[in-house]
T-cell receptor, first 113, second 113 residues
Framework: NAGVMQNPRHLVRRRGQEARLRCSPM?????VYWYRQLPEEGLKFMVY????????ESGMPKERFSAEFPKEGPSILRIQQVVRGDSAAYFC???????????FGDGTRLSIL | GDSVTQMEGPVTLSEEAFLTINCTYT??????LFWYVQYPGEGLQLLLK???ADDKGSNKGFEATYRKETTSFHLEKGSVQVSDSAVYFC????????????WGAGTKLIIKP
């Protein structure tokens, strides 16, 4: 019974490079959420997607960040031209419907050199 | 807007002590309330939840009661173990929050043998 799978677990990038974070939701889940956790802080909502659609991206920075959830394959959170301040843990969650509990992956820890 | 406030950590207790982690919330609607736990280096696991006033969520010896009159959802456990050491997050979810999970900052719990 696979849960939410995120990869990679750890990602190191140099300033200016692109970071791609992947999330495969639980089987049967079509709703995906991305959160960012800065050190010693709680989680901040970034974006909510449902297969091929962005439902709410109110937590996404206006530039450099984008997310998609294609019909086939995992959800991707893309960060272009990374900066030091992007260093954080990025968590993905999925749910069976928008009013069902969210289940979390183990996160991707992004470090920017 | 909706918000969650947790007691600051770290909370340090001896094994078998009684645990309370306070959580209060502000919401315009009728939210569902959650406690998630994050063990070191891992993602978040749903610990317990309550969806309406006076509901009590319980799991693994932890429990929390949804108190609408005091807008609280305090986490309690009668006898903690070293393995309970983790960060605990209180969160709310409400339709008025556009289905986002709104998070507290987290409380780090350290249990000493």
């Amino acid at each position: 019974n696979a849960g939410v799978m995120q990869n990679p677990r750890h990602l190191v990038r140099r300033r200016g490079q692109e970071a791609r974070l992947r999330c495969s939701p639980m089987k049967g889940h079509s709703h995906v959420y991305w959160y960012r956790q800065l050190p010693e802080e709680g989680l901040k909502f970034m974006v909510y997607l449902q297969k091929e659609n962005i439902i709410d991206e109110s937590g996404m920075p206006k530039e450099r960040f984008s997310a998609e959830f294609p019909k086939e394959g995992p959800s991707i959170l893309r960060i272009q031209q990374v900066v030091r301040g992007d260093s954080a843990a990025y968590f993905c969650a999925s749910s069976a419907d928008r009013d069902q509990p969210q289940h979390f992956g183990d996160g991707t820890r992004l470090s920017i050199l | 807007g909706d918000s969650v406030t947790q007691m600051e950590g770290p909370v340090t207790l001896s094994e078998e002590a009684f645990l309370t982690i306070n959580c209060t919330y502000t919401a315009t609607g009728y939210p569902s309330l959650f406690w998630y736990v994050q063990y070191p280096g891992e993602g978040l696991q749903l610990l317990l939840k309550a969806t309406k006033a006076d509901d009590k969520g319980s799991n693994k010896g932890f429990e929390a009661t949804y108190r609408k009159e005091t807008t609280s959802f305090h986490l309690e456990k009668g006898s903690v173990q070293v393995s309970d050491s983790a960060v605990y997050f209180c969160a709310l979810w409400a339709r008025d929050s556009n289905y986002q999970l709104i998070w507290g900052a987290g409380t780090k719990l350290i249990i000493k043998p």
